[in-house]
Each structure stands twice: as structure tokens, then as C-alpha cells.
Nanobody, 124 residues
Framework: QVQLVESGGGLVQAGGSLRLSCAAS????????MGWFRQAPGKEREFVST????????RYADSVKGRFTISRENTKNTVYLQMSSLKPEDAAVYYC?????????????????WGPGTQVTVSS
């Protein structure tokens, strides 16, 4: 059983930065890909970024590429999302998720564990 808990969300001005963290339970964390998704009010859940089991392979949505960086520290059972140059359209609830496999995944059905989410608000 894997449990995920996000932290680091909050209110930031446009152009600012936030770092989200996702703490995972269990010893098998390092075997799985991880991802970040977000959902704004009235919108569908959207892929943000994913990272493979080792951290060597990453992928980003076009909307965040060049501004966000995903990373992981397997010894700490933690995945991070460093967000820079934030835009009002980045405002959403951000969810951390564990993939069913070790490789990167960009579709939400490929994930089987989800955190409760953390709110990111960006003021213009």
C-alpha cells in the first residue's frame, strides 16, 4: 500500500516560484515512475510532468516545459516539482501520483496511487 502526500503549495505572484514535494510511503518507491498532474476549477485533470524510477528520464507538458523541473530523491521517498516563472494559468490543485510501472507515463490511467493534492494559487 502506497500513500502519497503533497506539500509546498500556496499563493505566489506571477513570475514567482514554488517547490512542491511529494512524500511517499513504502520501500518500493524507487521501483516506480512518478508524475505530477493538476486540475483547475472546471477543467480536466492535466498532465504536468513525469519522472522514471531512477530520475534519468523526465518529460513535461508543453505548457510548463522550461519553467518546471521534476526530480526525485529515492533515499527520501520524495519527488519534487520546482515551479518557476509561474503564470496565472498554472493555478490549480496539484496532485502527485505513482505509476504502475517504472517508466515515465503521461496519462492518468497509468497511475494507481494519488495524493490528496496541494493548492497552487498564482496572482496576476
Amino acid at each position: 500500500q502506497v500513500q502519497l502526500v503533497e506539500s509546498g503549495g500556496g499563493l505566489v505572484q506571477a513570475g514567482g516560484s514554488l517547490r512542491l514535494s511529494c512524500a511517499a510511503s513504502g520501500r518500493a518507491f524507487s521501483a516506480y515512475g512518478m508524475g505530477w498532474f493538476r486540475q483547475a476549477p472546471g477543467k480536466e485533470r492535466e498532465f504536468v510532468s513525469t519522472i522514471n524510477w531512477s530520475g534519468a528520464d523526465t518529460r513535461y507538458a508543453d505548457s510548463v516545459k522550461g519553467r518546471f523541473t521534476i526530480s526525485r530523491e529515492n533515499t527520501k521517498n520524495t519527488v519534487y516539482l520546482q515551479m518557476s516563472s509561474l503564470k496565472p494559468e498554472d493555478a490549480a490543485v496539484y496532485y502527485c501520483a505513482k505509476a504502475r510501472v517504472g517508466s515515465i507515463r503521461t496519462s492518468w490511467p497509468d497511475y494507481d496511487s494519488w495524493g490528496p493534492g496541494t493548492q497552487v494559487t498564482v496572482s496576476s
